[in-house]
């Protein structure tokens, strides 16, 4: 079975461009979990998604957003680039309403550096 | 105060070594816990839930005290290959499916 994907796995761009990263879940998965994992820092929520919807999001400022399409794979934008986005973005996924012990799989994860 | 702690380490322990990895957090509404593994610069993968009762997977067992809101972790026998940050991760008992992370704890283990 094939895991969570995330494309790119690199991207590099300047401050003010804006930034698109894909995510594929698992398949049966249908939320979509974003998080920024910045160096030395632990791995921040940044956005929730199932069936479609925004379910919840991360303290983090409107410049961030996404959706989420019909076959439950998902876009995540960050616009107005500032040097601090560089991070290391994880896209995760999960059924929803499983069971307490259901738990988010990891895609590799998209390192995008702003300069 | 953070929702997850855990101690940064690093923890240097030889090969075939015991080591203890500890974990609090504050919302007593937490419902599940989970131990992940991440390796330099990959994504966290799921090492383990952490039962009520504990539970034992391999070389690996995990402990839960809910009264002192309180998680444990415990390698036995390290290998090389254990190498990794061990991030202590809660699930809170709202609407969705929120996951905190600790900011993990990094193991080297040495030949």
């Known amino acids: 079975e094939a895991g969570v994907t995330q494309s790119p796995t690199h991207l590099i761009k300047t401050r003010g461009q804006q930034a698109t990263l894909r995510c594929s879940p698992i398949?049966?998965?249908?939320?979509v979990y974003w998080y920024q994992q910045a160096l030395g820092l632990g791995l921040q929520f940044l956005l929730w998604?199932?069936?479609?919807?925004e379910r919840n999001r991360g303290n983090f400022p409107p410049r961030f957003s996404g959706r989420q399409f019909p076959n439950y794979s998902s876009e995540l934008n960050v616009n107005a680039l500032e040097l601090e986005d560089s991070a290391l973005y994880l896209c995760?996924?999960?059924?929803w309403g499983s069971g307490s012990q259901e738990t988010q799989y990891f895609g590799p994860g998209t390192r995008l550096l702003v300069l | 105060r953070k929702e997850v702690e855990q101690d940064p380490g690093p923890f240097n322990v030889p090969e075939g070594a015991t080591v203890a990895f500890n974990c609090t957090y504050s919302?007593?509404?937490?419902?599940?816990f989970f131990w992940y593994r991440q390796d330099c610069r990959k994504e966290p993968k799921l090492l383990m839930s952490?039962?009520?009762s504990g539970n034992e997977d391999g070389r690996f067992t995990a402990q839960l005290n809910r009264a002192s809101q309180y998680i444990s972790l415990l390698i036995r026998d390290s290998k090389l290959s254990d190498s990794a940050t061990y991030l202590c991760?809660?699930?809170?008992?709202?609407?969705?499916?929120?996951?905190?992370f600790g900011t993990g704890t990094r193991l080297l283990v040495s030949p």
């Open positions: 952490v039962y009520s």
């Open positions: 995760a996924s999960s059924t």
């Open positions: 919302n007593s509404a937490s419902q599940s």
């Open positions: 398949s049966g998965h249908t939320s």
């Open positions: 991760v809660v699930r809170l008992n709202t609407g969705f499916q929120k996951l905190v």
């Open positions: 998604y199932d069936e479609g919807e």
